[in-house]
């Protein structure tokens, strides 16, 4: 029997038939295995093998490795959704750091709580976070005594990569949470922090921040 399709339609096939059998016959010089492949793919494909892939969060101006290593890993994240397991990850695509993380229902602690910050009844499905992330200050940004008039701009550092962790906090959560998020880095030093009698700390000072 021939190997060719075609010699299996009958006489009366429809062109709609014959051309389905030529389309089985040809010989496609298309990597199918590379192209699906996140460490072979060509780099002008990883949009689409993203799509393909199901990637939860995607930003064009990522380097080549990261793109790889979101669509290479978006298989078994996706599974992870909904629960703590899924922030830390996607937090790292945009180069941000969970610091610290409440879920709710949680117990209200006399000392611990914030007013603003610190719900005290209790809502369910409600996480507050506090992430760190990098900001950075556009050039040529003014600076207070040193700026010149007509010379320098007044600029603010970009929130660029804020509003990127909220992007990535959205997709780590489930649809029914609600999510908080707190990027302070530094709070003010108190006594219950025992510091150092030596001089390396001062009253008014600032220490980093670990926890909410």
Not at 89 to 117: K, S, T, W
Not at 118 to 135: K, M, S, W
Not at 161 to 169: D, E, G, K, N, S
Request: net charge positive.
């Amino acid at each position: 029997m021939s190997g060719d399709p075609s010699a299996l339609l009958r006489n009366a096939a429809t062109p709609i038939e014959i051309a389905l059998a030529a389309a089985m016959a040809d010989d496609l010089s298309v990597p199918i295995r590379a192209v699906v492949d996140p460490a072979m793919a060509p780099v002008r494909f990883l949009p689409w093998l993203a799509v393909h892939d199901g990637v939860l969060i995607w930003f064009a101006d990522w380097g080549e490795a990261r793109k790889r290593q979101v669509i290479a890993e978006a298989p078994q994240l996706a599974g992870k959704v909904g629960t703590r397991a899924a922030t830390g990850p996607l937090l790292g695509y945009v180069d941000a750091q969970l610091r610290h993380v409440v879920a709710y229902p949680a117990r209200f602690v006399m000392g611990g709580a914030r007013i603003g910050r610190t719900p005290i009844g209790h809502p369910a499905h409600l996480a507050r976070h506090l992430v760190a992330v990098e900001t950075r200050t556009p050039r040529r940004a003014l600076v207070l005594g040193r700026g010149k008039i007509a010379r320098g701009t007044l600029n603010t550092p970009t929130r660029e990569p804020l509003r990127r962790t909220l992007i990535a906090l959205c997709a780590a959560k489930a649809p029914e949470t609600e999510y908080r998020v707190d990027h302070g880095r530094f709070r003010p030093l108190t006594l219950g922090d025992a510091p150092a009698l030596d001089g390396t700390h001062t009253l008014g000072g600032y220490v980093p921040r670990h926890r909410l």
